[in-house]
């Protein structure tokens, strides 16, 4: 019971935040240590739900009933679990940056900032721990508002104009597919619940369940799967740590995650298997792997480049979940956490660059190691990690997706997974490399150090982070390997 | 022994006040005479809502004179519903109208204003109660005359253009309603609702009761503006004080829906309206048809009311839509609708009031910058904004899955798939309207524009509420809804 | 019965497309509250005439009477004309308020200047 109850106050200790934000807005230290105490104490609440978690406990909590025999329900389950510890640990480090960033970039409005950052982490817990589609669909479109603001801070015509981008295509997709999807699921199903074994084996004809598992896939517009993927790199237009949390953790691994869900719990792993749509979109993935490659090789803006690598990298957890697979899906869980870590790092990087030197493009970061190796330093931990090569994180999740590959004997896949390996190394690496052995293109300023202490300090932790997850991946794969033996 | 007699205090307070209101006078006295009636209607029609749902059926005879001969009023979950929206709506836009009616109407003219907002309210809440088909119609022309003389009421000189082609296209609407009134009394020499219903069947194959239907049901569409009879709704609203916008928006339209429910299911019946005659496909199509043209209409308009305006023939569409599946879940989708949308729409024309009272604009152009300076106003507005769009936790997003689930009952998925167009349609025009308050630098900035006053604020709230907490315990509106069209169709839910 | 068997029906037609067409062709506002004014009256006829039975007379209880014709709408109707009449006067009183702010009850005009604004 008391466990239940914990799972609501993981839902209001944001929201209360984001109040108490408002109401302190008026004296920044106040208002950044508001910030910082609650995400403090949000991650101390979900690691305090994680031991009944593994001992096999699935505390539910029903909010309200809003339609007859469809309540919006929280539930604890491991996948949610392993999201909610990413995002809320990461949240932590994120404000400590903000912080330095925030106040070195004389950003406007940073109580409005805080506040919706606080909803949007709000809502990303919403996500990882429904208990139902629809308490999922609800929590995903509140971070879709909450983060709106976020992404046009700047208030300039560039922001709107991708503030249309951005929301017109997470709600077009939402309200177009995956709503569509739901209520079908609902009228043949008669249940939106999660269930291990999935809630629609054999209610439907494969034909028609293709067409759903299309509608889910397409209609979870967070995961950017492409076509749909454009609003990620219109997020750019976002200060930094919004990149850095929200578009590369909470809410595109939101995306993938409900697509790791409605592939586990709503569709069940065998019928997934017997799709005839999962082969296509298999395909797609794969495709949006390459291709998101490809295109971030041409950008020179470095938080563009990235927003395409975070495109490419959502698409391995996407191929993992529609390989469906034990392996493919330990793979895909693992990858939501390591992804993080590393592409959390990379943003923090380019924020460092930006606070300190003002630059964004790629071209002009050559020498820039000399005078900000910490923050170079780790971005080429975060690219080694994102790359999959040890002694990083990113090896693991990898492995367990190339194993998958090799069960479900996808040979083409295989091929996709390594060669975007390489296209990896070739758009990550160089900007770490010429930073350090290049020389400069125009004599960089006298004064050009490195970034704030509250800057470094979240660098140091998430790349430190990277490597840490290289040796003790033990509880991240064991929480992954209670996904599919509930 | 008041208890007895709640069904015919609900319509007679308001018709006996309406008179009293001019004889105070004073526009202060009248105004607050009008709230504490418009308070009293609201409690009446809870306890008559309260009253239906635990014993069944309310059936009144007016003056004693029992039914085939007198007039009998009749509630039932339907009726007790619409009196619920329509009270409780003139219950809070009373409030609100102390300073809105101040601003807006010359002060020789606020006792007849008021006089006239009771009548019309009174005219409503008859339409929604009488068990009589004639009753029905002379209500109907209560409410709509009062109303053509509130709308023209505005302060632009277009509020009387637009009030004039009201009136000729609401009395041509109300003369086809007394046709078709006539052509079934003449069938059946009755008028009571239940007597018509039963009497019917004998001679439903006859030309007559075909001419009937047709003339009714042309009727009432030009009262609830069904697309394309439309077209005096967007200059109606436009131009009309904006305490009448608010309610007409959020009931007008939704009695006239009631009354075209009641001849459709209740008299003629859902096996004559959709097997024999077909309303069904006419519906559906003019629905789908009002849903996109307004919607896309309403992205092109520079004037807030007239955006809302457009989207309110729109929204429209998506009820009658749900009505025109004739199934439980349909008709209580289109029910549910109905109430949802009084909300939404109330909220927002409330909100975009008062930003007409601070600013004295309704163009796009003008509301640069209003999000700084207007904070809770422009809030209500995007909370009533989304809701209109349908994002969860909002009444929108419950009549939206409901008229989902419908279409995909009947297995019409195009039809789902066409809803859910339609409310990205309502995402753009909504976003226009945020882009420009939040986003837009004001053009000159002028400092002396700040928030509304709390009596505009609290009753805009209200609603706002409302539009938050019945998007989550739906255990009222989805029931009585359910229960509602159950009773209509004929089915137990 | 042959065709002008019903002969009242087809004078409640005609007086209602008369009515109806000068609502819609004209652009006079004060026309077209007449045309709305025939429009009611042909509705008025319809109910009138269709209370009338054949060698009934008054409904007024006299000794050697048993046919009466229906008063029930001639009642009903009262209350139409009522409505009716409210309508018309609504309506001019409109009329003369747009003739103040327009200068003109003329539709064409009217517009004209609105969209000159």
Redesign the interface.
């Given at each position: 019971m008391s466990q239940a109850l914990l799972l609501q106050g993981v839902l209001a200790l944001p929201l209360l935040a984001a109040v108490l934000i408002v109401i302190s807005g008026r004296s920044p230290n106040v208002r950044e240590g508001v910030t910082l105490i609650s995400a403090a104490g949000l991650f101390a609440l979900v690691i305090s739900l994680a031991p009944p978690v593994v001992d096999g406990a699935r505390p539910a909590l029903t909010l309200?009933?809003?339609?007859?025999g469809l309540p919006?329900v929280l539930e604890l389950e491991p996948l949610g679990l392993l999201f909610a510890l990413v995002a809320s640990f990461l949240w932590i480090i994120t404000s400590i940056y903000s912080i330095g960033y925030m106040r070195a970039h004389h950003e406007a409005h940073q109580t409005r900032f805080y506040a919706c950052f606080a909803v949007a982490l709000s809502a990303a817990m919403g996500v990882a721990f429904a208990g139902n589609m629809l308490t999922l669909?609800?929590a995903y479109?509140?971070l879709t508002?909450s983060t709106y603001p976020l992404v046009?801070h700047a208030?300039s015509d560039e922001a709107?104009r991708a503030g249309?981008v951005y929301?017109?295509l997470l709600?077009?997709t939402s309200?177009?597919f995956l709503?569509?999807a739901m209520?079908?699921t609902?009228?043949i199903s008669g249940t939106l619940d999660f269930n291990p074994g999935g809630i629609l084996r054999g209610k439907a004809g494969n034909t028609v369940l293709s067409i759903l598992f299309v509608l889910y896939v397409f209609g979870i517009g967070k995961a950017a799967l492409m076509p749909f993927h454009r609003w990620l790199p219109a997020a750019m237009v976002a200060p930094t740590p919004v990149s850095a949390l929200l578009h590369a953790v909470a809410v595109v691994k939101a995306g993938v995650f409900t697509i790791l869900k409605v592939c586990v719990y709503v569709f069940g792993l065998e019928t997934v298997t017997t799709l005839a749509a999962t082969q296509w979109l298999l395909y797609l993935a794969g495709a949006t792997i390459v291709l998101a490659s490809l295109v971030a090789m041409t950008k020179d803006n470095l938080k563009a480049r990235l927003a395409y690598s975070t495109i490419s990298q959502l698409s391995y957890v996407i191929l993992g979940a529609l390989l469906a697979t034990q392996t493919a899906v330990i793979g895909s869980a693992m990858h939501i956490a390591m992804h993080a870590f590393g592409k959390i790092t990379l943003f923090f990087c380019a924020g460092a660059v930006l606070v300190a030197t003002h630059k964004t493009e790629v071209s002009d970061m050559r020498g820039l190691g000399r005078r900000m190796p910490i923050t170079m330093a780790a971005f080429f931990i975060g690219s080694l990690s994102i790359i999959g090569l040890p002694p990083m994180g990113g090896t693991w999740s990898k492995w367990f997706l190339v194993l998958g590959t090799l069960e479900a004997q996808q040979m083409l896949l295989l091929g996709v997974l390594m060669l975007s390996s390489l296209l990896n190394i070739a758009y990550l690496l160089p900007v770490p490399v010429r930073g350090f052995f290049s020389k400069p293109k125009d004599e960089l300023a006298d004064g050009v150090k490195e970034a704030p202490l509250p800057c470094l300090i979240a660098i140091v932790i998430t790349a430190l982070g990277c490597m840490a997850l290289f040796i003790y991946p033990e509880p991240l794969y064991r929480l992954s390997n209670l996904i599919l033996s509930a | 022994m008041i208890r007895q007699h709640l069904p015919a205090l609900q319509v007679i307070l308001p018709l006996l006040a309406a008179p009293t209101c001019l004889l105070l006078r004073r526009a202060g006295l009248a105004w607050l005479f009008a709230t504490v009636v418009g308070f009293a209607t609201f409690a009446i029609a809870i306890l008559l809502l309260r009253q239906v749902l635990s014993q069944g059926d309310i059936a009144y005879a007016m003056g004693g004179w029992s039914a085939p001969w007198g007039i009998q009023y009749y509630v039932d979950p339907v009726s007790a519903l619409v009196l619920l929206i329509v009270s409780g709506i003139s219950a809070v836009v009373l409030p609100y109208a102390a300073r809105s009616v101040a601003q807006e109407i010359p002060s020789e003219r606020r006792c007849v204003f008021y006089t006239l907002f009771l009548l019309c309210l009174a005219g409503m809440l008859g339409i929604a109660i009488t068990g009589d088909a004639f009753n029905l119609f002379v209500f109907l022309e209560i409410s709509s005359l009062s109303s053509y003389a509130l709308i023209s009421m505005g302060q632009d000189r277009r509020a009387l253009t637009s009030s004039y082609q009201y009136l000729i296209m609401g009395t041509i609407g109300a003369t086809f309603i007394l046709i078709g009134v006539g052509l079934l009394y003449v069938m059946t020499g009755t008028l009571n609702m239940q007597d018509l219903a039963q009497r019917l069947p004998a001679v439903a194959t006859t030309r007559t009761i075909h001419t009937a239907f047709a003339f009714l049901v042309v009727g009432l569409s030009l009262k609830l503006a069904l697309f394309p009879l439309h077209l005096w709704l967007p200059n109606a609203y436009t131009f009309a004080p904006s305490v009448v916008t608010t309610f007409l928006a959020a009931t007008a339209t939704k009695v006239a829906l009631y009354a075209l429910l009641r001849f459709v299911f209740t008299i003629f019946g859902a096996e004559y309206a959709f097997n024999t005659m077909p309303l069904g496909p006419t519906l559906l199509l003019l629905a789908l048809l009002g849903l996109f043209v307004a919607s896309a209409v309403a992205i092109f308009q520079e004037n807030i009311k007239r955006i809302l305006a457009y989207s309110s023939v729109a929204q429209i569409g998506y009820m009658i839509l749900g009505i025109s599946f004739a199934t439980v879940t349909g008709v209580s989708a289109g029910i549910l609708h109905l109430f949802n949308h009084a909300l939404m729409k109330g909220a927002l024309f409330m909100a975009v009031g008062a930003i007409f009272l601070r600013t004295g604009s309704m163009q796009l152009q003008h509301l640069a910058g209003i999000g700084r300076r207007m904070p809770w106003t422009m809030a209500a507005v995007v909370i009533g904004g989304?809701s209109l769009?349908?994002?969860?936790?909002t009444v929108g997003f419950?009549s939206?899955?409901y008229l989902?689930?419908a279409a995909?009952?009947r297995g019409w998925?195009p039809v789902?798939?066409l809803v859910?167009?339609g409310?990205?349609l309502a995402?753009v025009y909504v976003?226009r309207i945020l882009?420009a308050a939040?986003?837009d630098a004001p053009a000159k900035p002028d400092a002396h524009i700040k928030e509304a006053p709390l009596s505009l604020l609290i009753p805009t709230w209200a609603l706002v509420l409302a539009n938050i907490y019945f998007?989550?315990?739906?255990?009222l509106t989805?029931g009585v809804a359910r229960q509602a069209a159950g009773l209509l169709l004929g089915v137990q839910p | 019965m042959g065709i002008l068997g019903h002969y009242n029906y087809w004078i409640v037609i005609f007086l209602m497309m008369v009515g109806f067409y000068i609502v819609i062709s004209h652009g006079n506002l004060v026309k077209k509250i007449v045309g709305l004014n025939i429009f009611q009256a042909s509705v008025f006829i319809l109910y009138i005439s269709m209370g009338k039975i054949h060698g009934g007379t008054a409904p007024i209880v006299a000794e050697g009477v048993s046919r009466y014709s229906n008063p029930l709408p001639h009642v009903l109707i009262l209350t139409a004309i009522v409505v009716g009449v409210a309508t018309t006067a609504l309506g001019l009183a409109l009329v003369v308020r747009i003739n103040e702010a327009y200068g003109t009850v003329e539709e064409d005009e009217i517009h004209a200047k609105d969209s000159s604004l």
């Open positions: 309200a009933e809003p339609f007859p919006l669909f609800v479109e509140v508002l046009t208030g709107k249309r929301l017109g709600m077009s309200m177009g709503l569509l209520v079908w609902w009228s | 989304l769009i349908g994002v969860p936790l419950i939206k899955w989902i689930q995909l009952e998925w789902a798939v859910l167009i409310s990205l995402l976003w882009e939040y986003f998007g989550i315990d739906t255990s989805v | -």
